[in-house]
């Protein structure tokens, strides 16, 4: 139990996590929320498209620069790629569907605490443990 | 030309947020959701960190202040209704999460990281948000 606990890093990640979307809302007033920045992208709006495709820019060149420096943070895939494209469909159109995610909702609704955005982490934090549940213990199909 | 680079900035510093906080590694993510194996609490420190410094700013800051640096307005969601979309589109997520251990951000950090995996999940993720695009369109 509890053998591959990280808290320091886990923290550290956190608070940075913290400064940017703190960053993108007191400075451009946006919600760093990545399902809805992304989903703006697939509709764009004028006026409305800039600050979310620099900010998925952004994403990218820090998953660039943490590949080159410590390419250890990119761990492998638990699933085989099938069930990856299946969660992949599942996640884009669940978080349309219920207007945000882990970052939407997670940290910049709960930070506000936001009562929607409050019931949609429990529900999709519980959703997604019973998934694991069902795919390790009752299937046992994930390594 | 300001609010694009502080986006920027703002969309570096939370990739670099997601690798050292152990997002990026799915396995990480599905032992902190796997409450009857080897549970994993890391990622709730990753939420307590986010968290924290985000609402001491929002209600520290943002709530002072009539406008961003920016920007002419503040975006933030102001609705307070539970609906039924809200509720099934977390539960269609988690159930997505649990299944690959990647969600959004990650996945497209993960791009960089150059496996195939996460290539897969971000290209059906965007499917998945154009399906929900043209069903909405067609329901509304």
């Not at chain 1, 999709?124 to 549940?133: E, L, Q």
């Not at chain 2, 290539?119 to 909405?136: E, N, P």
Request: proline share 5%; with cysteine.
């Amino acid at each position: 139990m509890m053998e591959h606990f990280t808290p320091v890093p886990a923290l550290a990640g956190g608070i940075l996590i913290g400064l940017s979307s703190s960053l993108l809302l007191v400075l451009d007033g946006k919600i760093a929320g990545i399902s809805g920045i992304v989903g703006g992208l697939l509709r764009p709006a004028p006026g409305d498209t800039a600050w979310r495709a620099t900010f998925v820019v952004g994403l990218l060149l820090g998953g660039l620069a943490l590949r080159s420096v410590q390419p250890a943070v990119f761990g492998e895939s638990v699933a085989p790629l099938g069930i990856v494209a299946l969660a992949g469909v599942l996640v884009g159109f669940g978080t349309r569907l219920g207007n945000g995610c882990t970052s939407g909702h997670g940290v910049c609704g709960n930070s506000r605490a936001s009562v929607r955005s409050m019931v949609a982490t429990v529900t999709f934090i519980v959703a997604a443990a019973v998934s694991v549940y069902v795919a390790r213990h009752v299937l046992g199909g994930a390594a | 030309m300001k609010a694009n680079l502080a986006s920027l900035l703002a969309g570096l510093i939370f990739a670099v947020g997601l690798g050292i906080s152990g997002m990026t590694q799915p396995a990480k993510v599905i032992g902190f959701l796997d409450v009857a194996g080897a549970w994993d609490p890391s990622l709730m420190l990753v939420m307590v960190g986010a968290i924290g410094v985000n609402a001491a700013v929002y209600w520290g800051v943002v709530r002072r202040r009539e406008t961003p640096v920016f920007a002419p307005r503040f975006l933030v969601p102001t609705r307070t209704d539970l609906d039924a979309r809200l509720i099934l589109g977390a539960v269609i997520f988690g159930v997505g999460w649990g299944l690959g251990g990647f969600c959004p951000g990650p996945g497209l950090v993960s791009l960089a990281g150059g496996g195939m995996p996460a290539v897969v999940f971000v290209g059906s993720m965007l499917a998945g948000m154009g399906l929900f695009a043209a069903w909405d369109r067609v329901k509304a």
